[in-house]
C-alpha cells in the first residue's frame, strides 16, 4: 500500500510540473497594463487595437489590476486607444516588430469623473456552464441590505439564523470570490451580516460543484463575487440586532476596512446572545410497548469572535497575504425530560432527569496565501497553507429520580474534544485560446483526540465509571489532484470536464480498550458539463458528478454519549463513507425563468438509528440506505414593475429507498415545496417585503413529515444619505412534526422551536463605503466535518 500512495504522489506531482510546462508566450504579443496619474491601476477601461486601415482588429478590457493583452498579431503598425465611461483616456501609436510591453498613463478629467452614471445592465440571471449567476446589483430588494439578506433573495437559497442552504442539497458551503468562508451556523450569518450587499456585484449558484472543489458532501456552492473598485481610504459599519420570541436575543457586528495602491486589509468583529425555549415530544410505539418521552428545554447561545486580513500586493502580477480568525462560543441547555415507559398499554415506569449541560468552544483560523499571475493572459498560480482548530468541551450534569424508587441518581458526563486540520492545496489556471486548462493538488491531515468520562455520585463525590469512559484518537489523510477543462466549441456549445482523484488513510485507536481500525481507499471523481445557446432567449445546460460523504468525526467514535441512564447514542468506526452519482438537466430562458430537473443515486448511505434494547434506547450510526431520487425545481425572478420586485420558486422530488437493516422499513414517497418573497419600493427611502414558504406533507426514505410553512414581513427604511438603515419585520413558522417506520415499532418526532419572531436591526455605514478591505477566503471546507 505504501507503494501504491508512493505512486499517487509521485503522479500527481508529475502532473502538477507537466502542466506548468504548458505555459508558453505567443509571438507578436502586446501586453501592458494603464495606471492613472497617482500610479493606482485603471480597471475596466474598453481597449482597443487598430491596424493602418484604422479598422479596430481587437477588444479588450483592463483587469483588476489594469492589465490588458492582445496574442497573435502580425508585424506592423497598430494604434492603441484606451476609454472608460464614453470618455477617451489614451490614443497612441506603436511599432510591433516583436513581442512589446506599454505602460499606458492617462490622466482623469473632472468630466470623467463627475456627471457620469454608469446605466449598463445585465440579466437578473444568467446561466454559466458550471453555475447559476444571481446579478445582485439588478435586483431591487437586494439594494443597501447586509449580505445575509441578500444571499436570501437569490434563488433556491434559504437564510435562517443557523445557516445557509439549497433546496434540495443536504449543506451547502460559501465562497467570497471562489474561497472558501470556514465559519458555520450563527457565526458564519454573523459574519455576513458585517458585509454590505452594495460591494456585491453576483452570487454564484453551483449546484453540481466542479472538480477544482472538494468531493465531500452532497452538498452545492454559493460563491459571492464582490465588485472591484479602485477606492482608496477607509470605511466600514457597525450594525446591531434585536430578535424578540419566548425571550429575547441580540446580535452586534462591526467591520472597519481599509485599502490603498498596494495595501488590502480588514477587521470584522461579530458577538451574539439569544435564548430560546423549545419544545420536544419524542415517542416509540410498538405493538406491546411504548416509550414516552416529553423534553422542554431552556437555551442559550453566546458568542464572540474576530476575523483579520491583510494582504501586500509584491509586484504588479503577485500578492500575498493572510487570513486569521478566531471565535469563542458556549451553548448551555437545560432540560427537564419525563419519560414513560409503558407495557401492554399501562403504565410500567416513569422517569425523570433534570439535565444541564455546557458546551463552550475556541475555534482558531490561520490561512497563508500566495497568488501570482504568469504573464498577461490570464495564467495564474495560487497557493495555500491552512491550519484549523476546534477544542469543545461538554459537560453534561443530569439527576434522574424514578416513581419506583426514592434514590436519586446523579451523573456528570465530560466530553473533550480537540480538532486539528492542517491543509497545503496550490492551483494553476491556464487559459488558451484552443481551452482553459485548470489544475491543482491538495494535501489535508486531520487529528481528531477525544476524551469522555462519565461519572456517579456516590457518597457526595463522583467517582468515575471507567466502563462507560473512553479515549478515542482518530487520523486521517488525504491527498488530492484534479485537471479540467473547459472549451468553447462555437457560438452555441460550450463543454467542460473534470477528474478529480482522492486518496485516504483512516485510522482510529481507542486506549480504553485497546482497539485499532486501519482503512486506506482511493476513489476517481468525474464531472462534465454542456452548454447549449441557440441565442438570447434560450440557455439548456446538462451537467454530471460524482460526489462522496464521509462521516464526520463523533460518527466514528465507538463510544456511548448518554442524555439519561437509559438513553445513548454511539457512533461506529467501521463506518464507510457513502457516494452519490448527481445528474441535472438546466433550462434557463429570458434571463428570470430558469427550471432544473435532476436526479440522483446514493450508495452505502448512512444515518442514526433508534433502536429498543431492553430497557435501553439506542441511537447507534450505520451504512444501510441505497436511494434514487428525481425532481423538478423552477425557480423565477421578476421585475413587474420597477417599485415590485417578485422572485419565486417550486420544487417536487420523488424517492424510492432500500435498507440493509431489517428494522428500517423504506417507503417511496414524494416532497413538494414552494416559496416566493415580493419586495416593493414604496419611496427611494422606504421598502415594504412580504416571503411566504410552504412544504406539504411527504414521505422520504422511511419518515414522513407533516405540512410546514414560513412567513415573514417588514420594511427597510434608509436615512443620513442612506449611510443608516433601518429594519423591522415580523415572522411564524409551523412546529415540526414527523414519524419514522422501523419493523415493529413507529417513532413519533414533535418540535416547536417557537417560530413567532419579531426582528429588528439598525446599521450605520461611515468612511468611503465602497473601501471593501481584504476578503480572501481559502478553500478549507475539511472543517464543516468537525461539527
Do not use: C
Request: proline content about 2%.
Amino acid at each position: 500500500m505504501i507503494v501504491k500512495l508512493t505512486n499517487t504522489l509521485k503522479n500527481s506531482i508529475i502532473l502538477f510540473f507537466l502542466s506548468m510546462g504548458l505555459l508558453s508566450n505567443a509571438q507578436f504579443k502586446v501586453s501592458g497594463y494603464i495606471i492613472d496619474s497617482t500610479g493606482s491601476r485603471v480597471s475596466f477601461a474598453a481597449i482597443n487595437l487598430s491596424a493602418d486601415s484604422s479598422k479596430i482588429i481587437r477588444i479588450s478590457v483592463s483587469d483588476s489590476l489594469g492589465s490588458f493583452a492582445f496574442a497573435g498579431l502580425p508585424k506592423g503598425n497598430y494604434t492603441l486607444t484606451a476609454n472608460l465611461i464614453g470618455a477617451q483616456l489614451f490614443s497612441g501609436r506603436f511599432h510591433l516588430a516583436n513581442d512589446t510591453m506599454l505602460v499606458v498613463k492617462v490622466k482623469f478629467t473632472s468630466s470623467i469623473l463627475q456627471d457620469v452614471i454608469v446605466t449598463a445592465s445585465k440579466p437578473l440571471l444568467e446561466r454559466k456552464i458550471d453555475r447559476t449567476v444571481f446579478n445582485i446589483g439588478n435586483s431591487l430588494a437586494a439594494r443597501g441590505t447586509d449580505l445575509a439578506t441578500a444571499i436570501g433573495l437569490a434563488p433556491m437559497l434559504k437564510v435562517s439564523e443557523n445557516g445557509i442552504s439549497i433546496i434540495g442539497k443536504s449543506s451547502v458551503a460559501v465562497m467570497i470570490n471562489e474561497r472558501i468562508v470556514h465559519l458555520g451556523g450563527s457565526d458564519l450569518i454573523n459574519y455576513l451580516k458585517s458585509l454590505r450587499s452594495d460591494d456585491v456585484a453576483k452570487i454564484e449558484i453551483i449546484t453540481t460543484p466542479p472538480a477544482k472543489y472538494e468531493a465531500q458532501g452532497n452538498s452545492g456552492l454559493i460563491n459571492i463575487v464582490l465588485k472591484r473598485d479602485l477606492s482608496q481610504g477607509i470605511g466600514g459599519s457597525i450594525s446591531t440586532s434585536y430578535a424578540q420570541r419566548m425571550y429575547p436575543g441580540f446580535g452586534n457586528n462591526a467591520s472597519l476596512n481599509f485599502q490603498s495602491a498596494k495595501i488590502s486589509a480588514s477587521i470584522k468583529l461579530r458577538h451574539y446572545n439569544r435564548k430560546g425555549f423549545i419544545q420536544e415530544q419524542n415517542d416509540i410505539v410498538g405493538l406491546n410497548y411504548a416509550i414516552f418521552s416529553h423534553d422542554p428545554r431552556l437555551t442559550l447561545a453566546t458568542g464572540i469572535g474576530a476575523n483579520t486580513s491583510f494582504e501586500y500586493k509584491i509586484t504588479n502580477t503577485g500578492a500575498i497575504g493572510f487570513v486569521y480568525d478566531e471565535g469563542s462560543t458556549n451553548y448551555e441547555l437545560n432540560l427537564e425530560n419525563t419519560t414513560t415507559y409503558q407495557r401492554n398499554n399501562a403504565t410500567d415506569s416513569i422517569l425523570q432527569t433534570l439535565s444541564h449541560s455546557k458546551n463552550p468552544t475556541e475555534t482558531r483560523t490561520i490561512t497563508l496565501y500566495y497568488d501570482q499571475k504568469l504573464g498577461s493572459s490570464g495564467k495564474k498560480l495560487t497557493t495555500d497553507l491552512n491550519y484549523f482548530s476546534n477544542a469543545p468541551i461538554t459537560n453534561i450534569d443530569f439527576t434522574t429520580l424514578s416513581d419506583h424508587s426514592s434514590n436519586i441518581q446523579a451523573v456528570r458526563t465530560f466530553s473533550g474534544i480537540r480538532y486539528q486540520i492542517w491543509s497545503a492545496q496550490s492551483d494553476l489556471i491556464l487559459p488558451y485560446k484552443w481551452a482553459t486548462v485548470e489544475t491543482g493538488t491538495k494535501f489535508t491531515n486531520f487529528d481528531n483526540n477525544s476524551d469522555v468520562r462519565y461519572s456517579d455520585l456516590v457518597a457526595q463525590q463522583y467517582v468515575i465509571d471507567h466502563s462507560k469512559s473512553n479515549h478515542f484518537d482518530y487520523n486521517e489523510k488525504n491527498i488530492a489532484g484534479y485537471v479540467s477543462m473547459q472549451k468553447v466549441i462555437n457560438k452555441k456549445w460550450t463543454g467542460k470536464a473534470g477528474l478529480r482523484y482522492e486518496y485516504s488513510i483512516i485510522e482510529g485507536y481507542s486506549p480504553t480498550t485497546s482497539s485499532r481500525n486501519r482503512s486506506e481507499y482511493g476513489k476517481l471523481f468525474p464531472t462534465a458539463y454542456l452548454t447549449y445557446k441557440p441565442g438570447s432567449t434560450h440557455t439548456v445546460s446538462l451537467s454530471y458528478s460524482k460526489r462522496i460523504n464521509r462521516p464526520n468525526f463523533r460518527a466514528i467514535n465507538p463510544f456511548r454519549y448518554y442524555t439519561n441512564p437509559y438513553t445513548y447514542s454511539t457512533g461506529n468506526p467501521l463506518l464507510q463513507p457513502s457516494l452519490t452519482h448527481n445528474i441535472e438537466l438546466t433550462w434557463l430562458y429570458k434571463s428570470y425563468l430558469s427550471v432544473t430537473f435532476y436526479t440522483q443515486h446514493l450508495d452505502n448511505g448512512f444515518g442514526y438509528i433508534t433502536q429498543v434494547i431492553g430497557t435501553y434506547k439506542v441511537v447507534d450510526a450505520k451504512n444501510f440506505l441505497t436511494q434514487n431520487s428525481t425532481g423538478l425545481t423552477a425557480t423565477s425572478s421578476i421585475r413587474f414593475f420597477k417599485w415590485w420586485e417578485s422572485s419565486s420558486h417550486v420544487t417536487y422530488s420523488m424517492s424510492a429507498s432500500s435498507s440493509t437493516v431489517a428494522d428500517f422499513i423504506t417507503e417511496k414517497g414524494s416532497l413538494f415545496n414552494l416559496g416566493t418573497n415580493h419586495t416593493f419600493r414604496i419611496s427611494n427611502k422606504l421598502t415594504v417585503f412580504i416571503n411566504y414558504s410552504k412544504t406539504l406533507p411527504g414521505t422520504q426514505g422511511n419518515t414522513y413529515r407533516a405540512a410546514q410553512f414560513d412567513f415573514s414581513s417588514g420594511a427597510r427604511m434608509l436615512a443620513l444619505n442612506n449611510k443608516l438603515q433601518f429594519t423591522a419585520s415580523a415572522a411564524l413558522g409551523a412546529v415540526d412534526r414527523s414519524r419514522s417506520y422501523f419493523k415493529g415499532y413507529t417513532q413519533y418526532v414533535y418540535t416547536d422551536y417557537n417560530y413567532r419572531t419579531a426582528n429588528f436591526s439598525l446599521t450605520y455605514i461611515f468612511g468611503r463605503s465602497k473601501v471593501k478591505g481584504n476578503t480572501k477566503k481559502v478553500d478549507f471546507k475539511e472543517t464543516q466535518r468537525t461539527n
